[in-house]
């Protein structure tokens, strides 16, 4: 066999290059996307699979070799064509039309056995025209972060991109923000749609109505797809996807996560998360807390989060007005704070054992006294939830200072005058309003809504520092698989 031939006959046997991929985007025409080609690596070391979204896809992951990602997702053997996405978009405030998938592309959309299409979106597989002064690459850690965050906010519930694989590429790149030379690695990420606010905002920067709505209904008919047959179909996509970021934010803020870079060109136009750069968890509730060191005025800080995803909304209006009645738009942006604050409390009550009704000011006053706890002392927001739910016990109905007695956080701070309105309201709830049944559903729904596990800097430090110093990955695949095992299936 000549080796032409012998990389047919790998492509042909490859079960990601026997998909079904359905040329969605593509169809729309090239105004949305430039055909590009990955670049070549010295190396090919699969560093990462996430077997658990093979069977999504149809695949058994036994049924797929290493070696098949390789080929497919490393050295993008036999797939054409590879498109480079169009966008602009608002970063830090300031409109940017010089954006674009400057270090990767759509690689395929694939439809999931669930009936979602999927897009494959790579990240760190060279350049395009849209790389500006950058190489177009990835840093390892980079793509080892970007799955830790997808993995833990999976777990958690929240809407979420996930990452298929990374490849490591054997080249040495230059960082300011990381010790220089690092590794190099492609990732492949899964994901709803890589159709962003800022792909609309590039159509209206072009005056170009015809584009936005052809892109409009392509999305509609595949992210919305319940709303094709509504007469106000477009007005009550705008609405959707108000409650959809509302609830992807409110998500974000419950589970403790900051996002870090939130520019319109990292919101998704389906109302997934994705693209997880600077991202940090938070330490403690510290509602200045920022992911980003070059985010220097704070912007994108933990407390502004929902009022940024609010405003990108809002900038969005300009460009779907071609399309859609400002009007109905800004009745659609009103319905934001409320369907915040109602998922918000929703989860923060879940996350504290409470999935029942609750008298409405005893619920408001718990959320506040927890809190005004949280925000006075730099007690960790992990560990508060997870000793909650690891101490649960049926003693905390019957006496408030049974509450956190056994965990560090009450012994240290039990004594305090927050910690004492907290477990007094906490224990006020469970005495007078919850029954002996309910006990047990409070303690499932504790376990369930705070994984013991965390993410937190210190923690992605201590896996990496070994990949880093000795190429040992074990701590981290450890650390991966605790955090899918820790996913809760239960509903409540
Ligand atoms: P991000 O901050 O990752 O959302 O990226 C913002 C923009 O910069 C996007 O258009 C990226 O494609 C581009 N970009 C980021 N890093 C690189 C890089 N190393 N090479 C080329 N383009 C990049
Ligand atoms: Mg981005």
């Known amino acids: 066999m000549t080796l032409a031939e012998t990389s047919k006959d790998t492509c042909s046997k490859n079960p990601f290059l026997t998909l079904k991929y359905e040329p969605a985007l593509e169809s729309l025409g090239d105004d949305y996307y430039d055909e590009v080609v990955a670049a070549k690596f010295p190396l090919h070391i699969l560093r990462w699979r996430n077997d658990a979204l093979l069977p999504r896809l149809g695949l ?65 597989s060279g350049k395009t ?155 403690n509730y510290d509602p200045y807390f920022t992911a980003a060191y070059f985010d220097y005025y704070k912007r994108y800080c933990y407390i502004n989060q929902p009022q940024i995803c609010k405003e990108n909304l809002e900038l969005l209006q300009q460009a779907l007005k071609a399309v859609i009645s400002p009007a109905d738009m800004e009745a659609g942006l009103r319905m934001f704070d409320e369907c915040y604050l109602a998922e918000y409390q929703r989860l923060m009550w879940k996350k504290l054992g409470f999935v029942q009704q609750l008298p409405p000011r005893e619920a408001e006053e718990l959320l506040k006294a927890t809190i005004a706890f949280l925000k006075h002392y730099p007690v960790s927001y992990h560990h508060f939830f997870a000793d909650i739910a690891q101490g649960f016990s049926r003693k905390w109905q019957e006496d408030a200072s049974e509450i956190l007695r056994e965990s560090e956080i009450g012994k240290s701070l039990g004594k305090s005058e927050l910690f004492q309105h907290w477990s007094g309201v906490y224990h006020r709830i469970l005495s007078n309003f919850t029954s002996g049944e309910e006990l047990e559903t409070i303690a499932q729904t504790l376990l369930c809504s705070n994984p013991k596990i965390t993410i937190v800097r210190p923690v992605i430090e201590s896996v990496w520092e070994p990949i880093a110093q000795e190429d040992n990955w074990q701590p981290f695949y450890d650390l991966v698989k605790q955090i899918q095992s820790s996913a809760c299936t239960k509903q409540f």
């Open 129 to 283: 025209p849209y790389s500006r002064g950058g190489d177009g690459m990835l840093t390892l850690k980079g793509g080892v972060r970007e799955i830790l965050a997808a993995e833990m906010l999976n777990a958690m519930g929240v809407r979420t991109s996930r990452c298929l694989s990374v490849v490591e590429t054997g080249l040495s790149l230059w960082r300011g923000d990381e010790p220089s030379p690092t590794r190099s690695c492609v990732m492949v990420r899964m994901s709803r749609s890589h159709i962003r606010f800022g792909t609309f905002e590039r159509l209206h920067y072009f005056q170009r109505p015809d584009l936005t709505k052809k892109l409009l209904d392509h999305v509609i008919e595949q992210y919305y797809s319940h709303l094709v047959d509504e007469a106000e179909k477009y007005a009550c996509f705008y609405a959707e996807l108000v409650k959809r970021i509302a609830e992807l934010v409110a998500q974000w803020m419950a589970t403790g996560f900051c996002h870090g870079v939130l520019n319109t060109d990292n919101m998704s136009i389906t109302g997934e998360g994705f693209d997880y750069g600077p991202y940090a968890f938070i330490p």
């Open 60 to 124: 058994n992951p036994q049924a797929v070799t290493d070696e098949d990602f390789i080929v497919a997702f490393g050295k993008f053997e036999g797939r054409i064509p590879l498109l480079a996405l169009r966008y602009h978009g608002y970063q830090f405030g300031e409109y940017n039309p010089l954006l674009g998938d400057g270090r990767g592309f759509l690689y395929g959309q694939v439809r999931g056995r669930d009936g979602n299409l999927y897009d494959f979106g790579t990240k760190g």
